[in-house]
């Protein structure tokens, strides 16, 4: 296979996935999942905005120093300032990168009230100063796909005149189709000087859901770069899912001979980490990674797929790291029958992780005759979420419920000191939550509440999303436990630790810049 037919991977989840109202990530989450970006081959990290925050600046510069081999990102308006912040974050990279960007289409013109030669100059400007700093320089026109065509030309062909080695062309409010998509590429391949000479990126929103499509028949036109986030995590409808290009053009290798550098094996648990840190919940027939992606109800299909798996399967759950063998554990497993199978489902835990995790595995199985894949999944995720230094703490609970009306009794640890609320409410979860409101007043407001079965049975452990907004902070918190109401109380305070945390770190973390360039 030549090397022309090469796709480079572009993941921005940490960028323009944790900018959807809900997503942000703690700074050890962001390395984390670098970290699995990484080792899963994606080429090119977005890893942040490092101009938008402190945090965010911190971020890319860590991720910029530890990553191995992926190039490191960081995006910066069409501002000097912005342009050398993103350099001061990236530069610690073995290979890093300078993203820049400015709104080209008439209504983006219009906010910053720059006419069209007044912006042209802007972008001479500031791609000039992005690659006099760093060697490899992307510019975005962002809404490019609702840009004059004469217009968009004209800046591409500057852009890349100034230095630009990668030039991205945005969907940005999932406008494109297809057919479109492609034929703007073709357009820009063909007219543009020296577009032969830098590579095309597609960058798709999915507000139509066909954010998939035109980035694939971008590809087919000529882009060589998806620019893309895990289970498709972004803005409104989300941007392009990873896991779907790469597995399109590996699955369909032979209508689209296109390769990448991914470990597709590795999709499955990038997948969980990032709905985990998230907070955002894959849906159960979400291609590739849902629950549902691989399995056979109907009896037909069952009897089809025992027959000869490829009957109803394009693609094997190996395939994305999808463990077959979904063996119950069991009361009576031990801590190295464990250990492997946390290294099968794709956990690395050290010796003290372990002895942890035995506990409350333990304490699962005695409440649970089998324990699933899924389950051993759920505890991790939720030990992870919820932890012994928490400003908060869920100690004690006991719930009435039924026709005769609904308490709870809750017992917290708040910084180290127990306190106790019995309340009522409309039903067991809101006299709960009515409760941690009397033991910790606060003002956030509940955005969501998702209960999901992990497994089958009504022994099935249940997860919890809680998303709560206050002044302007999305938070969200999640737990699992075999009792719903359990999980629900210590979700919602896992909610009110992370708002903790972002209290405190308000004025240096708080996104509050916009993307226009004044
Ligand atoms: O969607 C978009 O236009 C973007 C740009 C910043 C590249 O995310
Ligand atoms: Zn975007």
Known sequence: MSDKNRVVIFDTTLRDGEQSPGATMSHAEKLEIAQLLDEMGVDIIEAGFPIASEGDFAAVSEIARRAQNSVICGLARAQLPDIDRCWEAVKHAKQPRIHTFIGTSPLH????????????ERIEQTVTHARNLCDNVQWSPMDATRTEHDYLCRVVEIAIKCGATTINIPDTVGYTAPRESAALIRMLLERVPGA???IFATHCHNDL??????????????????????????????NTALEEVVMAMKVRHDIMPFTTGIDTT????LSRRVSQVSGFVVQPNKAIVGKNAFLHESGIHQDGVLKNVETFEIMRPADIGLNENNIAMGKHSGRAALRAKLADLGFEVGDNQLKDIFVRFKALADRKKEVYDEDIVALMQDSAANTDSDHLQVKHLRVVCGSDGQSAALTMVVDGEEQTAETTGDGPVDACFNAVQQIFPHSAVLQLYQVHAVTEGTDAQATVTVRMEEDGRIVTGQAADTDTILASVKAYVGALNRLIVRRAQAGTDDKQITMYSH
């Open 109 to 120: 013109r219009a906010i910053p009230n720059l006419d069209m030669d007044q912006m042209a």
């Open 266 to 269: 590795k999709i499955m648990n």
């Open 196 to 198: 032969d000479n830098i």
């Open 209 to 238: 859901g066909m954010a998939t499509a035109n980035s694939l028949a971008a590809v087919e036109a000529g882009a060589r770069q998806i620019e893309c986030t895990i289970n498709g995590l972004g803005e409104r409808a989300g």
